[in-house]
């Protein structure tokens, strides 16, 4: 490395981010760009550690991931930047991650939990480094259209535009095919656009990339929905191949009594109807799933739940808490969350901040299950009743929930959202195909393969291996692409 004492001489510093009570008055991305003086220094952190377990890219059993699963030259370009070659460093980003300007905003740093620094220490700020390289590459105008110098005539059809699609087609249109990708709603990029709230992932971010892969050749079709406005049978007589990158959008629901009350929503739903109608009137056009004024209760301790906050407290909401079912984390790794695992700890997100600035405490309620939704003559839910839980772990390893005595309590809620996971991928378009699919209603295909049961038709991503994260979905895009591509080629050169 550059500058191997650089651990030693320089502490952390977290990316600066704008005030959270200021940053709620808008829907603007609220990260600042770093000077390079410091950004410099950040790398010089990044050790000579031999084995850098940050772009290893793998799992451990009951550990979920380990660092980057697009195993991205990490320690590179961590050199490059303090040694001021960012056009290097952008080049040696691209190699692994055809979208860097996903990640460094929305991925949460696994490879940051793996760093060898991060042992004993705080870890080097991957997320930050990688953000900045990016958009350093495009203030400079460095990151411009690579039209394929050759094609190969074979037509590949992407169905889906989420991270996973989008890597795909980038990937394949590389190999010189020819790529459509199909999505069914407005608008191209998936959970990208519709899942993630504006202020952590512009839109206009989205469709720069977007219009890159436009200029190279790629051809975007929205509003198609495979299966229902365009026959699946379009699919089998002018493509040689397909990839489903349809997601896992199938939400699990909580079955309790008075569900069937006004006002108790999945979370993606209302995040999907504020982001559409933030892009298409600046939410003039009232049509979305206000909160403004009430009393919102989240139902899951997850980044969808989190992400929900963000958005209720713009809305102006009366309140928000956020219930987790878990216990409170401790600040520091628990014994079976050793490092190189991704540390499993208590931490303070965007959105938990928003809240407490706003409202003067942090959002979260531990331990707590939904008994019971209550509502008014109307039909519209004023309350939910809930009851503290511990969870123990059976002999099979599973999760059980043992209410304790004395801990139930009402609370006032106007506006209930859904964000406790999702359960697969939908059905339709699966059975239309007749797929094979695994236990948990996933599409059926070998991981390092994608293949499904049907000849020439690939699955990558969340619908998949389910509900997972986007990087793991750029990770599966572009493996997936490969092995398209050697189906269609008799071999590949796609890594």
Same mark, same amino acid.
């Given at each position: 490395?550059?500058?191997?004492?650089?651990?030693?001489?320089?502490?952390?510093?977290?990316?600066?981010?704008?005030?959270?009570?200021?940053?709620?008055?808008?829907?603007?991305?609220?990260?600042?760009?770093?000077?390079?003086?410091?950004?410099?220094?950040?790398?010089?952190?990044?050790?000579?550690?031999?084995?850098?377990?940050?772009?290893?890219?793998?799992?451990?059993?009951?550990?979920?991931?380990?660092?980057?699963?697009?195993?991205?030259?990490?320690?590179?370009?961590?050199?490059?930047?303090?040694?001021?070659?960012?056009?290097?460093?952008?080049?040696?980003?691209?190699?692994?991650?055809?979208?860097?300007?996903?990640?460094?905003?929305?991925?949460?740093?696994?490879?940051?939990?793996?760093?060898?620094?991060?042992?004993?220490?705080?870890?080097?700020?991957?997320?930050?480094?990688?953000?900045?390289?990016?958009?350093?590459?495009?203030?400079?105008?460095?990151?411009?259209?690579?039209?394929?110098?050759?094609?190969?005539?074979?037509?590949?059809?992407?169905?889906?535009?989420?991270?996973?699609?989008?890597?795909?087609?980038?990937?394949?249109?590389?190999?010189?095919?020819?790529?459509?990708?199909?999505?069914?709603?407005?608008?191209?990029?998936?959970?990208?656009?519709? *899942? +993630?709230?504006?202020?952590?992932? /512009? &839109?206009?971010?989205?469709?720069?990339? !977007?219009?890159? $892969? %436009?200029? #190279? *050749? +790629?051809?975007?079709?929205?509003? /198609? &929905?495979?299966?229902?406005?365009?026959? !699946?049978?379009? $699919? %089998?007589? #002018?493509?040689?191949?397909?990839?489903?990158?349809?997601?896992?959008?199938?939400?699990?629901? !909580?079955?309790?009594?008075?569900?069937?009350?006004?006002?108790?929503?999945?979370?993606?739903?209302?995040?999907?109807?504020?982001?559409?109608?933030?892009?298409?009137?600046?939410?003039?056009?009232?049509?979305?799933?206000?909160?403004?004024?009430?009393?919102?209760?989240?139902?899951?301790?997850?980044?969808?739940?989190?992400?929900?906050?963000?958005?209720?407290?713009?809305?102006?909401?009366?309140?928000?808490?956020?219930?987790?079912?878990?216990?409170?984390?401790?600040?520091?790794?628990?014994?079976?969350?050793?490092?190189?695992?991704?540390?499993?700890?208590?931490?303070?997100?965007?959105?938990?901040?928003?809240?407490?600035?706003?409202?003067?405490?942090?959002?979260?309620?531990?331990?707590?299950?939904?008994?019971?939704?209550?509502?008014?003559?109307?039909?519209?839910?004023?309350?939910?009743?809930?009851?503290?839980?511990?969870?123990?772990?059976?002999?099979?390893?599973?999760?059980?929930?043992?209410?304790?005595?004395?801990?139930?309590?009402?609370?006032?809620?106007?506006?209930?959202?859904?964000?406790?996971?999702?359960?697969?991928?939908?059905?339709?378009?699966?059975?239309?195909?007749?797929?094979?699919?695994?236990?948990?209603?996933?599409?059926?295909?070998?991981?390092?393969?994608?293949?499904?049961?049907?000849?020439?038709?690939?699955?990558?991503?969340?619908?998949?291996?389910?509900?997972?994260?986007?990087?793991?979905?750029?990770?599966?895009?572009?493996?997936?692409?490969?092995?398209?591509?050697?189906?269609?080629?008799?071999?590949?050169?796609?890594?």
């Amino acid at each position: 490395m550059g500058k191997p004492t650089g651990f030693l001489e320089y502490k952390r510093e977290n990316p600066t981010k704008k005030d959270p009570f200021e940053r709620t008055k808008n829907w603007k991305e609220f990260q600042i760009l770093m000077p390079e003086s410091a950004l410099k220094q950040q790398g010089a952190r990044c050790m000579d550690c031999g084995v850098p377990f940050c772009q290893t890219g793998t799992t451990m059993s009951g550990s979920g991931e380990i660092g980057c699963p697009v195993y991205n030259l990490i320690p590179e370009w961590n050199d490059l930047v303090y040694r001021g070659k960012w056009r290097e460093a952008l080049d040696r980003l691209h190699k692994t991650n055809n979208f860097p300007e996903f990640t460094g905003r929305v991925c949460p740093a696994p490879c940051e939990g793996s760093c060898t620094l991060a042992i004993n220490d705080d870890s080097v700020t991957i997320k930050s480094i990688e953000y900045h390289i990016i958009e350093r590459g495009f203030q400079e105008g460095w990151i411009l259209p690579e039209v394929p110098k050759k094609r190969t005539g074979k037509k590949v059809a992407i169905v889906g535009s989420g991270p996973a699609g989008l890597a795909a087609a980038a990937q394949l249109n590389k190999a010189g095919h020819l790529v459509t990708v199909f999505e069914r709603e407005d608008r191209i990029g998936g959970l990208l656009t519709y *899942g +993630i709230p504006d202020v952590k992932l /512009a &839109n206009h971010i989205v469709e720069r990339r !977007v219009k890159l $892969l %436009e200029e #190279e *050749g +790629i051809i975007f079709q929205t509003n /198609a &929905n495979i299966g229902q406005n365009i026959p !699946v049978s379009v $699919l %089998e007589k #002018e493509f040689d191949a397909v990839i489903l990158c349809t997601g896992a959008t199938k939400p699990r629901d !909580v079955e309790v009594e008075g569900r069937q009350l006004k006002g108790i929503h999945f979370a993606m739903d209302f995040l999907t109807e504020n982001t559409k109608s933030l892009l298409n009137s600046e939410l003039k056009d009232g049509q979305f799933i206000d909160a403004n004024g009430k009393n919102v209760i989240v139902i899951g301790g997850g980044d969808t739940g989190t992400d929900c906050i963000t958005t209720s407290v713009r809305h102006g909401a009366k309140s928000i808490t956020q219930f987790d079912i878990n216990r409170l984390k401790s600040e520091s790794r628990p014994s079976n969350n050793p490092w190189p695992m991704y540390p499993i700890v208590h931490q303070a997100e965007d959105g938990h901040k928003e809240s407490n600035a706003v409202y003067g405490e942090d959002p979260r309620a531990y331990q707590v299950m939904t008994t019971k939704f209550v509502g008014d003559e109307h039909g519209q839910v004023k309350e939910l009743h809930t009851i503290g839980v511990e969870t123990e772990i059976n002999e099979k390893g599973q999760k059980i929930r043992r209410p304790i005595p004395g801990t139930e309590k009402i609370w006032p809620a106007e506006l209930i959202l859904l964000a406790v996971g999702f359960t697969g991928p939908e059905e339709k378009l699966i059975q239309q195909m007749s797929l094979k699919t695994d236990a948990r209603s996933n599409v059926e295909a070998a991981y390092g393969k994608y293949q499904t049961s049907a000849e020439g038709v690939f699955a990558a991503g969340d619908n998949r291996r389910g509900q997972s994260l986007v990087v793991w979905a750029i990770h599966e895009g572009r493996e997936a692409a490969r092995e398209c591509d050697r189906y269609l080629m008799g071999s590949s050169n796609l890594p």
